[in-house]
């Protein structure tokens, strides 16, 4: 399926600006799936209080046919394909620069102990 990165207005403290990842065979059902909270971060419903009209959706070809691959294998794309900022586990922070996969995957699972 295509992976579309979903951007909405944060909460205006920690957030400025919020982002999720979400599959479809097109936008519109992308839309669909990002609204039944069908998205990787499931952020609308849970931590998006915006307007719907407020949430913008865009390609991520990188991304795309990846929503079977395991959870962390879809961090590390959205940090290495520069979709996400910064990822913070286990005290460290990971983004596009400075990326060590194996440092990654090693914080990931002191952060969540499974893949």
């Not at 065979?25 to 307007?51: I, L, P, Y």
């Not at 407020?54 to 979709?83: H, P, Q």
Request: net charge negative.
């Amino acid at each position: 399926m295509k992976a579309f990165e979903v951007e909405y207005p944060g909460d205006g403290y920690e957030i400025e600006t919020g982002m999720d990842l979400v599959y479809g065979n097109n936008r519109k059902e992308a839309r669909k799936n990002f609204f039944d909270s069908n998205s990787f971060f499931g952020a609308w419903g849970c931590g998006c209080d915006c307007r719907v009209s407020d949430v913008k959706f865009y390609r991520l070809k990188d991304l795309d046919n990846c929503e079977n691959i395991t959870s962390m294998k879809t961090a590390e794309k959205l940090i290495t394909s520069g979709a996400c900022m910064d990822w913070e586990l286990a005290g460290e922070h990971f983004n596009e620069d400075n990326f060590d996969e194996q440092k990654f995957e090693k914080a990931w699972f002191v952060e969540y102990a499974s893949e």
